[in-house]
């Protein structure tokens, strides 16, 4: 069959069974297709959940712990001990200003957690509070230039792990990793924010 027809084929019966579709997705849900086909999905020494939204979960978690593996054993040699370490400073450097609470909220860490790793770089002289200008009574955390040096090492380590990590894949692939994943991230950061309010 001409490849041609066969693509209008494909697109005309993803279209009848998803009339709200536009092409992107039909590109996506024929992506997709066509891995399932080509490979059956595996963990290394480990079963595989019984539905798909379980094996994703599963997936996300497992990639996240062993890249969180890798990038701590390549912080130590800058001085960081933890990924959330990195994630405050990170946070620190990319909004100014921000009270204690703000930082840990932002990060999905518990009150005695978040305030643990920010003893800790304080200890460490990587970040400094500041009375607030207006309200006395509120601290601001800023970054110490140590702690500007640290975060510019740990993104030089963490590009390695990355690349050890994603390597594989092609741009366009991890493009496209982004745009199917960051819409479920800040759904569930409103949520998570919303519930803790409660």
């Known amino acids: 069959m001409n490849k041609t027809v066969e693509l ?3 697109w005309a019966k993803y279209e009848e069974e998803n009339p709200k579709g536009d092409i992107s ?20 020494q480990s079963p595989i959940p019984p ?7 599963k997936l996300l978690g497992r990639i996240a712990k062993l890249h969180n593996l890798y990038a701590v ?6 001085g960081i001990s933890s990924f959330d370490e990195f994630l405050y400073l990170n946070s620190l450097a990319n909004t100014p ?15 005695s957690s978040g305030l643990l790793i920010l003893d800790r770089l304080k200890k460490a002289n990587l ?6 200008e207006l309200d006395k009574r509120t601290k601001r955390l800023v970054m110490t230039q140590a702690g500007v040096g640290v975060l510019a090492a740990c993104y030089q380590k963490l590009t390695e792990v990355n690349e050890l990590c994603f390597g594989g894949l092609a741009e ?3 493009h496209l990793c982004i745009q ?3 819409p479920v991230e800040a759904s569930m950061a409103k949520k998570w924010l919303a519930d803790k309010k409660k």
């Open 73 to 78: 054993g390549a912080f130590k040699d800058c």
């Open 51 to 57: 539905d798909s939204a379980s094996v994703l979960t």
């Open 97 to 111: 200003n921000l009270k204690k609470t703000d930082v840990i909220l932002a990060n999905f860490n518990e009150l």
């Open 127 to 132: 970040i400094v509070e500041q009375s607030d």
């Open 180 to 182: 199917l994943l960051q």
């Open 8 to 10: 209008i084929n494909l």
């Open 25 to 44: 997705q039909f590109c996506q849900a024929y992506l997709v297709k066509q891995e399932q086909t080509a490979e059956k999905v595996a963990f290394w």
């Open 172 to 174: 366009d692939q991890v």
